[in-house]
């Protein structure tokens, strides 16, 4: 009596339809859910890059990312920004 039950796996198609979080890239349309545009012709900062920008800590930057005050990508093992989602921070909108 252990496969008493039926265990239902996704097929690859619908695992392929899920939005992947932590990017916001929306695999269905090809495109970022948080308006972000891989041909974008904006500069991109790193986590360092931003943090020299603004001129604070890196826990801060973190921080004020987690808590949705700055909005950012994770690419890899760090965090991308667009120069004008900096300058809106720092303009206070």
């Given at each position: 009596?252990?496969n008493d039950?039926?265990?239902?796996?996704?097929?690859?198609?619908?695992?392929?339809?899920?939005?992947?979080?932590?990017?916001?890239?929306?695999?269905?349309?090809?495109?970022?859910?948080?308006?972000f545009d891989?041909?974008?012709?904006?500069?991109?900062?790193?986590?360092?890059?931003?943090?020299?920008?603004?001129?604070?800590?890196?826990?801060?930057?973190?921080?004020?990312?987690?808590?949705?005050?700055?909005?950012?990508?994770?690419?890899?093992?760090?965090?991308?920004?667009?120069?004008?989602?900096?300058?809106?921070?720092?303009?206070?909108?």
């Amino acid at each position: 009596m252990i496969n008493d039950h039926i265990v239902q796996r996704r097929s690859g198609e619908d695992r392929r339809k899920k939005n992947d979080r932590r990017s916001g890239f929306d695999r269905r349309n090809g495109s970022f859910a948080n308006d972000f545009d891989e041909f974008s012709e904006e500069n991109v900062y790193t986590t360092k890059e931003a943090c020299e920008y603004l001129k604070i800590s890196r826990p801060t930057y973190l921080k004020y990312i987690a808590e949705g005050r700055i909005r950012a990508i994770k690419v890899g093992r760090g965090w991308r920004t667009l120069k004008t989602e900096l300058d809106r921070f720092l303009r206070g909108d």
